[in-house]
């Protein structure tokens, strides 16, 4: 079974940059679409980010867009999330995505 374990988050001041994880096991990503979502306390998740399996297809919500980069190693079968010019706003656990498999989440804590 599929298995998705996030890391990489932390706590960062305004404008600062961070770098999150997804690391899989128990199957090989390959052939598979991945997203990023984020869930703010007291708000719905939201998707973020997501990357196609070959890598060469990527999309942000409008909230990220040139501040986040996703990215893909399916040798190493991880998937990444840079972000930088981090805001409070960002703030929240965030998840990556397989088909119907979510990982635990990495808690991001931006300070103004």
């Known amino acids: 079974q599929l298995q998705l374990v996030e890391s990489g988050g932390g706590l960062v001041q305004s404008g600062g940059s961070l770098t999150l994880s997804c690391v899989a096991s128990g199957a090989a990503l390959n052939d598979y679409g991945i997203g990023w979502f984020r869930q703010a306390p007291g708000k719905e998740r939201e998707a973020v980010s997501c990357?196609?399996?070959?890598?060469?297809?990527?999309n942000y919500a409008d909230s990220v867009k040139g501040r986040f980069t996703i990215s893909r190693d399916n040798g190493k079968n991880t998937v990444y999330l840079q972000m930088n010019s981090l805001k409070p706003e960002d703030t929240a656990v965030y998840y990556c995505?397989?088909?119907?498999?979510w990982g635990k989440g990495t808690l991001v804590t931006v300070s103004s």
């Open positions: 995505n397989v088909m119907t498999y």
């Open positions: 990357i196609s399996s070959s890598g060469g297809s990527t």
